[in-house]
């Protein structure tokens, strides 16, 4: 299995800032990988898929980039809004893996 | 709009059975993939399994293989998780997920809320 890993596990950013969370995969994804954002009491919302486009109605101050191991998603300036858990997730093989999460939370 | 809503989450003891069910509205469900999601308290996501829009092709995790079985009723728009001797560790959040990209299971552009199956004595 491909193990992805999230960093940091919590993210603490004030409101304005910029924030960057990294997803790392053992071995090789290519670019098949997506992001998710996730709330309390909800099931996970698409961001961003083929490590680099935005899904429908995602705003353009999230971006994604990265391919091969190393993936990064970054969200220029944190609205009340963005903060949740982040889930990267590989689609490269099965079994489809995903990351432990990142919570970005309120500094 | 796309809706999934799933049911079937309870209690239930360590080796029993539970079958899970979601039901889609919103989209041409016979078209797409859809898969099953888990979460554990306090966890990550881990996919548990998909199946091809027809239902012929099923991909199970290592996790579940020989213990649950996904399924589809495409003239009801439901999709199914049939799942036996459960343990501890099936204890979960499981949310139904549809397939962004129609015929493969890539990633998912819609999630269910989920329902809760607690596996304990």
């Known amino acids: 299995d491909i193990v992805m890993t999230q960093s940091p596990a919590t993210l603490s950013v004030s409101p304005g800032e910029r924030a960057t969370l990294s997803c790392r995969a053992r071995?090789?994804?290519?670019?098949?990988l997506a992001w998710y954002q996730q709330k309390p009491g909800q099931g996970p919302r698409l961001f961003i898929y083929?490590?680099?486009t935005r899904a429908t109605g995602i705003p353009a101050r999230f971006s994604g980039s990265g391919s091969g191991t190393e993936f990064t998603l970054t969200i220029s300036s944190l609205q009340s809004e963005d903060f949740a858990v982040y889930h990267c997730?590989?689609?490269?093989?099965?079994?489809?893996?995903f990351g432990q999460g990142t919570k970005v939370e309120i500094k | 709009e796309v809706q999934l809503v799933e049911s079937g989450g309870n209690l239930v003891q360590p080796g029993g059975s539970l079958r899970l069910s979601c039901e889609a509205s919103?989209?041409?469900?016979?078209?797409?993939?859809m898969s099953w999601v888990r979460q554990a308290p306090g966890k990550g996501l881990e996919w548990v399994s998909s199946t091809s829009e027809g239902g012929a092709n099923k991909y199970y995790a290592d996790s579940v293989k020989g213990r649950f079985t996904i399924s589809r009723d495409n003239s009801k728009n439901t999709l199914y998780l049939q799942m036996k001797n459960l343990r501890g560790d099936d204890t979960a959040i499981y949310f139904c997920?549809?397939?962004?990209?129609?015929?493969?299971?890539?990633?998912?552009?819609?999630w269910g809320r989920g329902t809760l199956i607690t596996v304990s004595s």
């Open positions: 071995q090789s994804v290519d670019s098949n």
């Open positions: 919103g989209f041409s469900f016979s078209s797409y993939a």
């Open positions: 997730q590989q689609y490269n093989k099965w079994p489809r893996t």
């Open positions: 083929n490590a680099s």
């Open positions: 997920a549809k397939a962004a990209v129609a015929t493969h299971p890539y990633y998912f552009d819609f």
